[in-house]
Nanobody, 123 residues
Framework: QLQLVESGGGLVQAGGSLRLSCAAS????????MGWFRQAPGKEREFVAA????????DYVDSVKGRFTISRDNAKNTVYLQMNSLQPEDTAVYYC????????????????WGQGTQVTVSS
């Protein structure tokens, strides 16, 4: 089992920034591709970003490109999501996830999930 715990969510004004963290424990963190997903009220959970095991490759949904940055520190077993220029439409619960296979946007490939952290962006 891989346990994932997110932190760093909160309330921020439009144009502001937040940095989410996800701490992993239980298995070899560096063996997993890591992803961030989000779920807004009344909407399906959607892919936000993913990062390869080494951290050299990343992928982003178009709506966050240029504003969000995913990174990881394998020595600290932690993945981050730096979110800049936040907009009200970014309001959602953000989930950290781990994929034992390759870089993917498909939720079904992610085996482990955190409990989520709320991000609220006011206009």
């Amino acid at each position: 089992q891989l346990q994932l715990v997110e932190s760093g969510g909160g309330l921020v004004q439009a144009g502001g920034s937040l940095r989410l963290s996800c701490a992993a424990s239980g298995r070899t963190f560096s063996s997993y591709v890591m992803g961030w997903f989000r779920q807004a009220p009344g909407k399906e959970r959607e892919f936000v970003a993913a990062i390869s095991r080494s951290g050299l490759s990343t992928d982003y949904v178009d709506s966050v490109k240029g504003r969000f940055t995913i990174s990881r520190d394998n020595a600290k077993n932690t993945v981050y999501l730096q979110m800049n220029s936040l907009q009200p439409e970014d309001t959602a619960v953000y989930y950290c996830s781990a994929d034992p296979l390759g870089l993917s946007r498909a939720m079904g490939e992610y085996d482990y999930w955190g409990q989520g952290t709320q991000v609220t962006v006011s206009s």
